[in-house]
């Protein structure tokens, strides 16, 4: 499945998007050291999920606005099983993005897988900058606000569920603590 799902976000993000997918793979390298503390079938679900998180950012793919909305609509189309959707779908806290956009309900159409797996895809996206460097999940936030601006629905969300992005990131660094 990573193998897929490597192919296909360097299809849709590399040419396009190239800072896109620089973060993109960044967050891929993460989650290969991350995937090593999680159970043994979670592993590649979290390196394609990593993969495929930001493909909703692609021109071919862009329908709603919410990258990851429009992410999981694609992968369900191409057979991608439900798991790794919904991780694409609610990555990084979009419920709160969804909500302020209107598109709360179409979001609903995916399953949020919450526990350890979407910790851990949160804390790969959250502590990975722009440009695929590791970072700090208070630097990529304060990247975010800098280069979004404070009316975009992405800063916006970050007082709806900024506390909920940084426990995923706590507790995925517990588990790393305690595995290393």
Do not use: K
Not at 41 to 59: E, F, K, S
Not at 66 to 95: E, F, M, T, W
């Amino acid at each position: 499945m990573s193998t897929w799902a490597r192919n296909t976000a360097r299809r849709l993000l590399a040419a396009e998007l190239p800072r896109r997918w620089a973060h993109t793979a960044g967050v891929a390298r993460r989650a290969e050291h991350v995937a090593r503390v999680l159970p043994a079938p979670d592993r590649d679900l979290l390196v394609a999920a990593a993969w495929l998180h930001d493909i909703g950012y692609a021109a071919e793919l862009a329908d709603t606005g919410l990258h990851p909305l429009d992410g999981a609509r694609y992968l369900r189309r191409a057979g991608v099983q439900d798991r790794v959707c919904g991780l694409v779908a609610y990555h990084s806290g979009a419920a709160a993005v969804a909500e302020l956009t209107g598109l709360a309900g179409a979001l609903r159409e995916f399953a949020d897988n919450q526990g350890r797996l979407r910790d851990a895809l949160w804390y790969c996206d959250m502590s990975t900058g722009p440009d695929g460097q590791p970072t700090t999940v208070q630097s990529r936030l304060a990247e975010i606000r800098q280069r979004r601006g404070p009316d975009d629905p992405v800063v916006r969300a970050l007082a709806l569920n900024g506390d909920e992005r940084l426990a995923a990131v706590r507790r995925t660094h517990r588990l790393l603590r305690r595995a290393f």
